[in-house]
């Protein structure tokens, strides 16, 4: 186990809990050394005498505070704790408030609270009232020489402090860009939303911390084995200088952009979003052609012109060699149609007049 940071004891009435704090949490990213390009020996830092120019060991450093430009006050940690024995020893509950009220941009750094001799019942006691009243504690504690505000929350059987920011560190927004959602260019159609909620809906799961991991420094560890065994560990690669930046545009489809999103995510929200009725009709398809039943059956065209009643006694009369032809005759261009129709009446003219003789 880590070795504490700070002891001391969380104070709220007359409830005093004796508490050590340890880290909560340990920085994980790739560790790289400063080498000199010329014969990559690693390069050092010496803490040394402006005075002087010599170095200095840990052993003579002091802490001091400059009140005048060159003229300091040597402060020692002793100094430092008697300056305020209570702020330094004791994490002090000022209020108790629901944790949604605390914006997570507040929250800066975590620490576990162990509880410390004789401290395990109060312990518990803090911690099972926090869990049944929902709330967190807000509280002053001082670690190394800075006063921060902290939250005090429960996680599972822990007791766990969180450093807060102050307003005053949190910056404005003033001067950013935030598109204002009244704006035109940020209107945003029911359509585009409701597929926005589908999608978020279709990638939601349960909360799976195990499941993340730190895929870029996995890959520069990667390239490193590979360098290697390659034998290039004093190889520098330098950019490709025909290598250009993609292109990109400001425009946006965020439809399709949608649309492509739910095809790779597929989840059951797509699939209740595609039978809504809200959804635009499909796109018409071009109409099949009919069979031969299916064309009795076909309500007249509103307007009849003199073209297509020849057209519509040809077909009537050609009927049964229609009907033993493939379907791929059925689209005949409508040139070929009125030629058909003209010679058909000129051929069915003779025998009307024997029939009527």
Same mark, same amino acid.
């Given at each position: ?290 069979? *031969?039943?299916?064309?009795?059956? &076909?309500?007249? @065209?509103?307007? %009849?012109? =003199? +073209?297509?009643?020849?057209?519509? $006694? !040809? /077909?009537?009369? *050609?009927?049964?060699?229609?009907? &033993?032809?493939? @379907?791929?005759? %059925?689209? =005949? +261009?409508?040139?070929?149609?009125? $030629? !058909? /129709? ?16």
């Amino acid at each position: 186990m880590a070795r504490s940071l700070w002891k001391g004891a969380i104070s709220f009435g007359l409830v005093h809990i004796p508490v050590e704090m340890y880290p909560a949490v340990g920085s994980k990213s790739l560790d790289l050394s400063m080498l000199d390009r010329r014969d990559f020996a690693p390069i050092g830092f010496k803490r040394y005498n402006k005075e002087t120019g010599k170095e200095v060991s840990w052993d003579d450093i002091v802490k001091g505070y400059e009140y005048e430009s060159g003229e300091y006050v040597v402060l020692s940690d002793e100094d430092l704790r008697r300056a305020n024995p209570e702020a330094t020893q004791t994490i002090d509950i000022l209020a108790f408030v629901d944790a949604e009220d605390v914006p997570l941009l507040y929250y800066d750094h975590p620490y576990y609270l162990a509880p410390g001799k004789g401290g395990d019942k109060v312990y518990a006691l803090l911690r099972e009232t926090l869990k049944e009243v929902g709330k967190i504690g807000i509280a002053n504690v001082v670690i190394r020489v800075k006063q921060h505000l902290a939250a005090l929350v429960c996680i599972g059987d822990t007791i766990v402090l969180n450093t807060l920011r102050y307003p005053d560190e949190i910056r404005d927004t003033d001067d950013l860009k935030i598109p204002s959602p009244k704006a035109k260019a940020t209107v945003i159609s029911a359509k585009e939303l409701k597929m926005a909620m589908a999608l978020v809906e279709g990638m939601s799961e349960d909360w799976k911390p195990n499941q993340y991991h730190d895929t870029y420094r996995e890959d520069v560890l990667a390239l490193v084995k590979k360098k290697i065994k390659a034998k290039q560990t004093k190889t520098i690669t330098m950019p490709d200088p025909d290598e250009k930046p993609a292109k990109t545009t400001n425009v946006i489809d965020l439809v399709s952009l949608l649309q492509a999103s739910l095809g790779k995510k597929p989840g059951k929200a797509a699939a209740r979003d595609d039978d809504d009725d809200d959804e635009p009709p499909p796109p018409k398809r071009a109409r099949k052609p009919l069979d *031969d039943d299916d064309e009795d059956d &076909a309500p007249p @065209p509103r307007r %009849k012109t =003199a +073209a297509s009643s020849r057209e519509h $006694v !040809a /077909a009537s009369a *050609d009927k049964p060699k229609r009907a &033993a032809a493939k @379907p791929a005759a %059925k689209k =005949a +261009a409508p040139a070929k149609k009125a $030629v !058909a /129709a003209k010679k058909t009446s000129t051929a069915a003219a003779p025998a009307r007049r024997r029939k009527a003789a």
